[in-house]
């Protein structure tokens, strides 16, 4: 420190703030014992974005033995004074400026209080000559006095400006003590040094949903983001916002004109395939990157093909660069069609052209009036070569004509071709739909044949009068149709043989679900009835219809009902065949509107896709 206060460097660079400070609060008292012009600057980053000493040393052409640590120490010093870096803030934009006594008053004797008056006296002198420097600077403050006896103890000024902008620096002498001190920021921030953002190459998929990729020059992703609300120029404003593109790419060729118009904005390089990147070449370039959907992906692999593209070209350029040199300025001026020597030495050799190039002028202006007859010549011979390559550009423009014409007719063969695979596709699904259809139904009419075999059976033992039993049919018993209590029921031993013909009776149905109903029915229940005076749920009814399991309400069959125990009971079996016939009824008027709903479905899905036919043969 006693080093720093005498040099006041510009910059004290570190490469690790772990280095220099065991705990946040020790980087405040650095920050304050600095001089006001020297910046603590971290060359490696910030947060979770820090890089390697050496990566960093990297970008600007810098090798170091990374075990020696004045090496380490030259590197960052060489970094930080290129720009790299954030610079470590601690302080906010309020200094305080703290005037006080510097000695103790004491006991005193005979002259203690002219000696306080003449210390609080000094005191308050010096706070007039700091407010006089503060108000010349034009510096906002305020100002809190403590009063003494002969004048004032202590001054504290709260300026509203940063701790390098106070003309005032921390003095002790004489009686009075100045202390300036920045007011502490309740957590400490990194700010870039340099604010100029750095170059970039920029990935573009056009369409309904945008896709931007951003890389740096080192291949290292930024950002990459797609959206269906952003506009071109929301687009142009946020790549603006993290880089300056020196490279504008696409995945296809030849390049869309809204990626084209961006690139123009830009004054960037364009970047097209020599062909359109298939599927699995864009897989192949972004397979280490993640990404949301196919837009963002065809945008990364567009700007991961144009860095592959330039990063060969960059091989051995380090060997040629000086040692300090920004690389990334060099690529993007490689980028631009600049050669290695126009980028460092830019400058001279623009003003040593210009001089050469008027001192040119000046000859020329001497030599005008004696042309021999050799520059005739040459001007003869050259304009015989400008008449040459005229006559051939001319057979290039005819030649590039015609590629554009067997161009739009292979698209339309593509576009013919792509129609046919779409119709191909369509009749599959459709032929995939019907056969699915085909099954539910061949499934449905098995269930029928069942079922009718049992109304078949019950219809002729109700024919014969001998048969006929008015006393009563078994039937099981449950409370209601929850999941558990069916399962308990039916894994109860022996409940098939407290029953006829698989006739179960539940006292509710308010907690049914079409498993249990299907349940039931796997089970071998043929028929459902149920009491109280509930209103059936219609799909409930329609549950059942699809099944082909009668469900029969007591309330609407007087007398249906016998005796109903716990666990099992009897019902009327004459009763119970007339609602079993009015069941038939209703599921018979159930089916024939199904059917009627089917086939109505079925001629709009028709019209539907011949309205899409005649519209394509149009």
Same mark, same amino acid.
């Given at each position: 420190m006693q080093l720093i206060r005498r040099e006041e460097p510009r910059v004290l660079a570190c490469d690790s703030l772990t280095e220099i400070a065991k705990k946040e609060g020790d980087i405040y008292s650095i920050a304050a014992a600095l001089p006001r012009e020297t910046k603590l600057v971290v060359v490696t980053g910030a947060g979770s974005e820090r890089i390697s000493l050496v990566a960093v040393a990297k970008r600007y052409n810098i090798s170091f033995d990374r075990f020696?640590? @004045?090496?380490?120490?030259? %590197?960052? %010093?060489?970094?930080? +004074?290129?720009?790299?870096? @954030?610079? #470590? #803030?601690? @302080?906010?934009?309020?200094?305080? *400026? !703290? #005037? +006080?006594?510097?000695?103790?008053?004491?006991?005193?004797?005979? !002259?203690?209080?002219?000696? %306080?008056?003449? *210390?609080?006296?000094?005191?308050? #002198?010096?706070?007039?000559? *700091?407010a006089e420097s503060l108000d010349t600077a034009g510096l906002s403050y305020t100002r809190q006095e403590f009063r003494a006896f002969g004048g004032v103890s202590r001054v504290v000024f709260t300026a509203k400006a940063r701790r390098e902008q106070i003309p005032v620096s921390n003095q002790s002498s004489g009686d009075v003590r100045v202390i300036v001190e920045g007011k502490r920021l309740d957590r400490i921030s990194f700010t870039p040094v340099t604010k100029k953002p750095g170059f970039v190459i920029v990935g573009f998929d056009p369409g309904t949903t945008l896709g931007i990729a951003i890389v740096d020059l080192s291949g290292k992703l930024l950002n990459l983001r797609s959206s269906r609300q952003m506009s071109l120029s929301d687009a142009t404003s946020f790549i603006a916002s993290i880089g300056r593109p020196v490279v504008i790419a696409s995945d296809v060729n030849p390049m869309p004109f809204s990626v084209e118009k961006i690139r123009r904005s830009f004054h960037a390089v364009p970047y097209t395939p020599n062909h359109d990147l298939s599927v699995e070449a864009k897989y192949a370039l972004t397979k280490e990157d993640n990404y949301a959907n196919d837009h963002e992906r065809d945008a990364l692999s567009a700007a991961r093909a144009a860095y592959q593209f330039w990063s060969n070209r960059f091989l051995g350029i380090a060997r040629r660069i000086p040692e300090g040199t920004d690389l990334d300025e060099v690529y993007a001026g490689i980028i631009q069609g600049q050669s290695v020597e126009q980028i460092l030495h830019g400058k001279k050799r623009k003003q040593g052209f210009k001089d050469k190039k008027s001192e040119t002028i000046e000859e020329s202006t001497d030599e005008d009036s004696e042309v021999s007859k050799k520059h005739l010549e040459r001007i003869r011979v050259l304009e015989g070569v400008v008449k040459d390559l005229r006559t051939l550009l001319q057979k290039a423009h005819e030649e590039a004509e015609s590629k554009d014409k067997e161009i739009s007719e292979l698209k339309g063969r593509q576009r013919a071709m792509q129609d046919e695979r779409y119709l191909t596709l369509q009749r599959d699904i459709e032929i995939h739909r019907r056969d699915a259809s085909i099954k539910s139904l061949k499934k449905r009419l098995r269930a029928e044949e069942r079922n009718n075999k049992k109304l078949y059976k019950r219809i002729k033992r109700l024919q014969d009068p001998s048969e006929v039993n008015t006393v009563g049919i078994r039937c099981g018993v449950i409370s209601d149709l929850s999941k558990e209590l069916v399962k308990q029921y039916l894994e109860s031993p022996g409940w098939q043989d407290g029953l006829d013909n698989g006739i179960i009776y539940v006292h509710t149905i308010a907690s049914w679900s079409r498993t249990v109903i299907a349940g039931l029915q796997d089970a071998g229940i043929s028929v459902l009835v149920y009491g109280g005076e509930t209103k059936i749920d219609p799909r409930l009814l329609d549950a059942c219809c699809d099944l082909s399991l009668p469900l029969i309400k007591c309330a609407e069959f007087s007398e249906l009902r016998g005796k109903i125990e716990i666990g099992h009971g009897t019902l009327r079996e004459d009763i119970l065949s007339a609602a079993l016939r009015e069941w038939e009824k209703t599921e018979q008027r159930y089916h024939t509107l199904k059917k009627s709903q089917e086939i109505e479905d079925l001629f709009t899905t028709y019209k539907a896709e011949r309205e899409l036919e005649v519209r394509k043969m149009k």
């Open positions: 020696d640590p @004045f090496a380490e120490a030259r %590197a960052s %010093a060489m970094v930080a +004074s290129r720009g790299a870096g @954030f610079e #470590v #803030v601690a @302080f906010g934009d309020e200094t305080l *400026i !703290s #005037v +006080s006594r510097r000695r103790s008053l004491g006991k005193g004797g005979w !002259s203690q209080n002219r000696y %306080a008056r003449k *210390i609080h006296g000094h005191v308050l #002198v010096r706070s007039r000559l *700091i």
